[in-house]
């Protein structure tokens, strides 16, 4: 049988060593949607007919509006109760580390330090032939200054379906959930891979992991606290801090 708070709530107070994993689901109470729920769907496209090379190298000027209105939404919205509550657990907890696959900077702007991110972010564009960077505003990117002078063409810097995670990022994610007693998943569906492995595969046997997410998800399994409520009404009574 599950947990519940109390128990998930001991444990975190408890820990040795925390790792944090988050998906959109943390960022849906700051008006952002989530990328398979109601409104998942930009214009017809899914998001994987977006978030891929295939997708970029097809239609560059679709994919970049795609993101420029991505980016103006995250700069309207504020980081919420359940991403605040993750930095305050981090300040009190030597050992913490928290990953997400979010890329609206949230967690960042919440005040929490050192987060792995695992897709990237939406700081900054790359030219996909010679790696020269501009940073993005809420504006976005220009269309008209997608081709660079070099040949290539700037692109987000985001992890597409079919590239590999940023190594030293996932190292340091993978060891951390190895090493954590205590495991916490938020908002993700876990139907996205290698992230999910972090919750599904890498932590030991004994490590408790909690989850909070509404929906049960396929990582609902490995949780030994699942917890249905949502992250900005859950996380502060989690960590005990005021929503
Ligand atoms: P999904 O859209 O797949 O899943 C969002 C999850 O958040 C679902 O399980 C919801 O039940 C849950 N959820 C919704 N509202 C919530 C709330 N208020 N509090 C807590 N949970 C809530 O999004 P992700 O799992 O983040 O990758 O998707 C993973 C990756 O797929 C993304 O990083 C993105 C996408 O393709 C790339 O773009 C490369």
Same mark, same amino acid.
């Given at each position: 049988?599950?947990?519940?708070? &109390? /128990?998930?709530?001991?444990?975190?107070?408890?820990?040795?060593?925390?790792?944090?994993? $988050?998906? %959109?689901?943390? %960022?849906?109470?700051?008006?952002?949607?989530? *990328?398979?729920?109601?409104?998942? *769907?930009?214009?017809?496209?899914?998001?994987? /007919?977006?978030? %891929?090379? +295939? @997708? *970029?190298?097809? =239609?560059?000027?679709?994919?970049?509006?795609?993101?420029?209105? #991505?980016?103006? %939404?995250?700069? @309207?919205? +504020?980081?919420?109760? @359940?991403?605040?509550?993750?930095?305050?657990?981090?300040?009190?907890?030597? &050992? *913490? $580390?928290?990953? $997400?696959?979010?890329? =609206?900077?949230?967690?960042?702007?919440? @005040?929490?330090? &050192?987060?792995?991110?695992?897709?990237?972010?939406?700081?900054?564009? #790359?030219? =996909?032939?010679?790696g020269a960077r501009r940073l993005l505003g809420a504006e976005g990117f220009p269309l008209a200054e997608i081709e660079h002078e070099c040949g290539g063409r700037f692109r987000p810097d985001i992890v597409w379906f079919g590239e590999s995670l940023p190594y030293d990022v996932w190292e340091r994610a993978a060891e951390a959930a190895s090493r954590a007693d205590v495991v916490l998943v938020v908002g993700t569906s876990g139907l996205v891979n290698p992230a999910a492995q972090l919750v599904t595969h890498y932590p030991s046997g004994s490590a408790f992991v909690i989850e909070v997410n509404p929906e049960a998800t396929p990582i609902s399994r490995r949780a030994d606290a699942a917890l249905r409520g949502t992250a900005a009404s859950l996380l502060p009574e989690l960590a005990e801090t005021p929503a």
């Open positions: 049988m599950s947990a519940g708070l &109390d /128990e998930a709530r001991t444990r975190l107070l408890g820990a040795r060593s925390i790792f944090v994993l $988050t998906g %959109s689901g943390i %960022s849906s109470e700051s008006g952002l949607p989530t *990328f398979r729920g109601v409104g998942g *769907f930009w214009r017809t496209l899914r998001v994987e /007919e977006l978030a %891929s090379p +295939e @997708g *970029f190298a097809q =239609d560059p000027q679709l994919v970049w509006t795609w993101y420029n209105e #991505r980016l103006a %939404s995250h700069a @309207g919205a +504020e980081p919420n109760a @359940g991403h605040r509550a993750l930095a305050a657990l981090q300040a009190r907890h030597g &050992d *913490f $580390t928290l990953a $997400t696959q979010n890329v =609206d900077s949230l967690h960042l702007r919440a @005040g929490s330090r &050192d987060v792995l991110e695992l897709h990237g972010n939406l700081r900054e564009a #790359r030219c =996909d032939l010679c």
